[in-house]
């Protein structure tokens, strides 16, 4: 089993609609992160949550929220999803105590907004 | 604004050649990541650099550090068509996991 888990892994909704992507891991890090990838663009980090309590605005926050249920869940909604929502979602853990610790990556979730 | 830039963004390369691609970060930063990304697939992470002059290989691939250039390299030697994928490399903007990607760079090797 995937140590980082994202469900769902492809999800098709309509304009408007409210979606949830789950994030799990089994890796026992503190530090977790949901990523975007569009073509041409790399990766930019939407969210990221160093703990628990812990949760921060990364890079394109706009249209995004998101909740750690738990040290080893992070999820990401959209309230109201629009096609430019259309994407692949990462989400990403790490271990804070160890600096330098390499970034896990979840086998990604691919969103269509029609 | 941290920006990453990865040159270039595309590389067709023929078996057993070698060839360098070079990511340029525009602020300062001692911790840079090499990622693969085979299409549709998850990030395979290749290297984590953490100190200027820092330096790592595995198989053919070798990956450097200058920070004070804010430079970065993944060199590829004598290519395989197995090495056919995306690459990426990624600024750490925080000690941890605010990574900036740069756009990738597309590497197909051919016979």
């Known amino acids: 089993d995937a140590d980082v888990t994202q469900t769902p892994r492809n999800r098709i909704t309509k304009t408007g609609k409210r979606i949830m992507l789950e994030c799990s891991q089994t890796?026992?890090?503190?530090?977790m992160y949901w990523y975007r990838q569009d073509p041409g663009l790399g990766l930019r980090l939407i969210y990221y949550s160093f703990d628990v309590k812990d949760i921060n605005k990364g890079e394109i926050s706009d249209g995004y929220s998101v909740s750690r249920q738990a040290q080893a869940k992070f999820s990401l909604s959209l309230e109201s999803a629009i096609p430019n929502q259309t994407a692949l979602y990462f989400c990403?853990?790490?271990?804070?105590?160890?600096?330098?610790?390499?970034?896990?990556f979840g086998e990604g979730s691919w969103l269509t907004v029609v | 604004e941290l920006k990453v830039e990865q040159n270039p963004l595309f590389l067709s390369m023929q078996e057993g050649k070698n060839y360098t691609i070079y990511c340029n970060y525009s602020?300062?930063?001692?911790?840079l990541y090499w990622y693969r990304q085979d299409p549709g697939k998850s990030l395979e992470s290749l290297f984590v650099l953490l100190s200027n002059g820092a330096v790592k290989q595995e198989g053919r691939l070798m990956a450097s550090l200058d920070t004070k250039a804010r430079l970065s390299t993944l060199h590829i030697t004598a290519a395989v068509h197995d090495l056919s994928a995306t690459y990426f490399c990624a600024v750490d903007t925080y000690q941890g996991g605010k990574l900036i990607f740069g756009q990738g760079t597309e590497l197909s090797v051919k016979p």
């Open positions: 602020t300062t930063s001692d911790r």
């Open positions: 990403a853990t790490s271990d804070g105590r160890n600096s330098g610790n390499t970034i896990y």
């Open positions: 890796k026992g890090h503190d530090r």
